[in-house]
């Protein structure tokens, strides 16, 4: 069974840094590509960040330049390093992992991120 548990989420202050940590069982961690979501309270999911098993990454605009996305594979784990974080930032991040065909196919608990002063 495949499982993905967050964790590194908390409250920051604006333009300060976080990083969050997924990681995951019960899967060949490696050959597929793994993600981050996120839930703002009223909004609908969003895709964050996005990297492949050969580490290609994908960015939403409103994220670009300032998070980054990583992988380790011995560890099974993906991280999300986000910096100069904004309010509009706040939502609960959710950790994917895709499918062959590219659909989110399982997701972690999540963690909560708050920036606010």
């Known amino acids: 069974q495949v499982q993905l548990v967050e964790s590194g989420g908390g409250l920051v202050q604006p333009g300060g840094s976080l990083r969050l940590s997924c990681a995951a069982s019960?899967?060949?961690?490696?050959?597929?590509?793994m993600g981050w979501y996120r839930q703002a309270p009223g909004k609908q999911r969003e895709l964050v960040a996005r990297?492949?098993?050969?580490?290609?990454?994908y960015y939403a605009d409103s994220v670009k330049g300032r998070f980054t996305v990583s992988r380790d594979n011995a560890k099974n784990t993906v991280y999300l390093q986000m910096n100069s974080l904004k309010p509009d930032d706040t939502a609960v991040y959710y950790c994917?992992?895709?499918?062959?065909?590219?659909?989110?196919?399982?997701w972690g608990q999540g963690t909560q991120v708050t920036v606010s002063s």
């Open positions: 994917v992992r895709f499918s062959p065909l590219n659909n989110p196919a399982y």
């Open positions: 019960g899967t060949d961690f490696s050959i597929y590509a």
């Open positions: 990297i492949t098993s050969g580490t290609t990454t």
